[in-house]
């Protein structure tokens, strides 16, 4: 804890669980990733910068390496920081109390977090996520899909595809253990059943797929809600999926079901160019929010970690 009465850093067994949660609820700026449940879930271990009686805090997720402790960004946690919104003041106490503590830092604040003028060489690297309002009616919102998609949801159309809302999760995981990205490994995946288990659980998630005629599951996607996002968590397709152009069916149809909601659908953004494109492709647009690294390590690990 530091001298500061209105600031602590507190160790993860001391947080206080339901004033925690309440203040990443009641945020404006509110994203799922920072309940406890959600990073007890993908970090590996983390405390917290608090300040006051949890009217503004912070997860600091970190690991520790040679002696080293860092920040880092725990997957499936697209962004985190601070909440809710801090005055500039609160913003750089707690930059400022990351670098005091912390050797190196790459982490991603949320869209509300805003870069602050600093000594500490710290960089605020922007990155994308891509958002559509569904808002409107259908008609409306398809008006701004590109030729494209227009193009692909026709071609998925031509295969008589079906839609079931609410497949099992085991389901979902055979065809995403089939098809795994190879940047996915065992540990990964079981995160991920962890997480959909326990929002299918809570009632703020559902598993999407889609059939073909000769019902085999070719495109699914887990979609979780909290306040007004409805979150393309995470998706998988098998290679019929990819040539039946099943995802760009699945995601219409979805659009098309919940279009005049007070909703917004969050597909996560993506620096891949190709990813980006195919959320644009919807008529999505870009929402800026902020990657915070600074480093601190000693030189030559400092190349290293560049």
């Known amino acids: 804890m530091v001298e500061n009465k209105s600031f602590q850093y507190i160790k993860h067994p001391n947080i206080d ?12 700026n509110s994203r799922i990733y920072a309940n406890d449940w959600h990073l007890n879930r993908t970090a590996q271990t983390w405390d917290a ?14 690991r520790k390496k040679l002696g080293i402790k860092y920040l880092y960004q725990p ?5 985190l920081g601070i ?3 801090p005055p500039k003041s609160v913003a750089e106490a707690f930059y400022d109390f990351l670098v ?4 190196f830092s790459d982490v991603h604040l949320n869209a509300e977090n805003f870069p602050v003028k600093n000594d500490n060489k710290l960089d605020f690297l922007p990155r994308h996520n891509y958002l559509l309002p569904l808002n409107h009616d259908y008609t409306t919102i398809s008006q701004a899909f590109s030729k494209n998609t227009k193009r692909n949801i026709a071609k998925a159309n031509k295969h008589h595809l079906s839609l079931i809302k609410g497949i099992s999760l085991e389901e979902y995981l055979r065809l995403k253990e089939k098809y795994l990205p190879a940047s996915m490994g065992e540990k990964e995946l079981a995160e991920l059943k962890n997480l959909i288990a326990y929002g299918l659980y809570k009632g703020v998630g559902k598993i999407y797929g889609v059939y073909s005629t000769h019902n085999e599951l070719c495109a699914a996607v887990y979609f979780c809600r909290w306040k007004e996002r409805v979150i393309y968590f995470n998706a998988a397709s098998s ?17 098309e079901e919940n279009a005049g909601k007070n909703l ?23 929402e ?15 190349w290293f970690k560049r």
Not at 19 to 26: E, G
Not at 264 to 273: K, Q, V
């Open 17 to 28: 669980s339901e004033k925690w949660n309440r203040c990443v609820d009641m945020a404006p």
């Open 49 to 62: 910068l608090v300040w006051g009686d949890y009217e503004y805090v912070m997860p600091l997720p970190y």
């Open 288 to 302: 800026t929010y902020f990657q915070l690294k600074f480093n601190r390590l000693p030189l030559p690990l400092r």
């Open 239 to 255: 290679e019929e999926g990819k040539e039946t152009r099943s995802m760009f069916f699945l995601i219409q149809k979805f659009i």
């Open 264 to 286: 917004i659908l969050d597909f996560e953004g993506s620096m891949i160019p190709g990813v980006a494109r195919f959320y644009d492709g919807f008529g999505a647009s870009p």
């Open 83 to 85: 909440f809710p919104t």
């Open 100 to 103: 005091s503590q912390f050797r």
């Open 75 to 79: 997957l499936y946690s697209q962004q």
